[in-house]
DNA sequence: TGACATACTGTGCGAAATACAGTATAACGT
DNA sequence: ACGTTATACTGTATTTCGCACAGTATGTCA
């Protein structure tokens, strides 16, 4: 494995894990637990990556939050907004043109 | 159409047009008729962005290039390396585990 | 008590998408 | 003959992202 395909396959995360956290956010859950999740579904997401996404997502308004200080240590709470749910809706709308592109085109070479 | 909708839009082009590239690029083709192709595909992208993308497609050795003199305007033809094909076939693959994450996720919602 | 898991914040770097500007030729309508 | 549009590419500056790295703090378990 090269630095180059490292370096190619980092773009890959950029459209899709944006959108898959609008999607994972229909139910409220906090970063931490995200990232469990993810690794539980085979796709590992750094730290760094995932909490300045929610807060970019926050500050645009696409997800909310709140803190929860009830359970042993503090948990940011995030949930999606419903501007979110606007522009998860056009995201997806996308995702799948681009499928649908990729495997019209692609399905000789596979 | 909000702009905080196209800054979040913009960021679904970087893994998709990669892979996009080095797909049509099995076929050897210049940049202003990829750039043409894709928009009969119903997916418009600026020069922009498609010209530094195959230049640095190129830097890595994903592509190779010559230019076509003997036409009207000298054209530089872009085609797909080995070490171009190798990475292609990893960041389709990384394509269809998101799609099929993505999937699973949000059927309910779509 | 010392390592590991949990849960988050903040800073800095390299690189990508795009805007914008520029170069140059060909095809066309008037 | 002349201006506009299409063709075909290069180069620079700006913004923002992914991630490395560092740091803070509490809980669990050997």
């Known amino acids: 494995m090269s630095d180059t395909d490292t370096k190619f396959e980092t773009e890959m995360n950029r459209g899709f894990l944006q959108v ?21 579904l085979g796709y590992k997401v750094e730290e760094s990556t995932l909490y300045p996404l929610l807060r970019r997502l926050e500050k645009y308004e696409l997800v909310e939050s709140k803190w929860d ?20 809706q ?7 043109q ?13």
């Open 98 to 110: 681009q499928d649908f592109i990729l495997k019209n085109l692609s399905q000789e070479d596979i």
């Open 90 to 96: 056009k995201l997806l709308k996308i995702w799948q």
């Open 69 to 88: 200080v009830s359970a042993d240590r503090p948990k940011k709470f995030y949930e999606i907004s419903e501007k979110g749910r606007r522009i998860r």
């Open 20 to 40: 898959l956290v609008l999607v994972v956010l229909e139910e409220a859950m906090y970063g931490y637990m995200m990232l469990r999740k993810f690794e539980q």
